[in-house]
């Protein structure tokens, strides 16, 4: 696969709350800092996206009394995990990892704001509808590709190259760069879904 000028490269929440010690940590989720810092040198262009839920957000375990994290509900706009309480907006949980350059990025998407409803997609918000106003940044600048890599796989990553592919950008995921939550093979069936959408998932851009 070749970096082309006008591709953008999208880190999806590095932050601290997904990665060891943070509140919902992904496995070996720091792994990728130093993947995503190396691929970002080398594109044009570079979005990062932030996890920004405000306190009791509607997806926390602890908004819904008796309910355990990682258990699910039925919400308006469909299933949803709940969450032990993570990137809070304004607590170090929510800030980006220490170690990741973000000094190129031209844009930040903060998403998972609003209240009532969750957000994993760099696209929409968990109704599919709700946009984040990335797709216009991306048409306006003229970029047609859009390579991602960051936390999680099965979730955040996923529900963004889904997205990508469904609003007709092409979408490459680095799988090293990634890593997973895995929650009943979660990881499986996103990885089947992205191929299926017409992702291209790469373990490494040479």
Known sequence: MKILPDDLFLIIDVQNDFCPGGALAVADGDAVVPVVNRL??????????????????????????????????????????????????????????????????????????????????????????????????????GLKRVVMAGLATDFCVQYSALDARRLGFETAVVLSGCRAIDLGGSLAAATAAMREAGAALVEEIA
């Open 40 to 141: 970002a040198s080398r594109f044009d262009h570079v979005v990062l996206t932030q996890d920004w839920h405000p306190a009791r957000h509607s997806s926390f375990a602890t908004s819904h009394p008796g309910a355990a994290p990682f258990s699910s509900i039925a919400m308006p706009y469909g299933p949803q995990t709940l969450w032990p309480d993570h990137c809070i907006q304004g607590t170090a949980g929510a800030g980006f990892h220490p170690d990741l350059a973000t000094d190129r990025a031209e844009l930040v998407i903060r998403k998972g704001f609003r209240g009532a409803i969750d957000s994993y997609s760099a696209f929409f918000e968990n109704d599919l509808i709700t946009p984040t106003g990335l797709a216009g940044y991306l048409r306006e600048r």
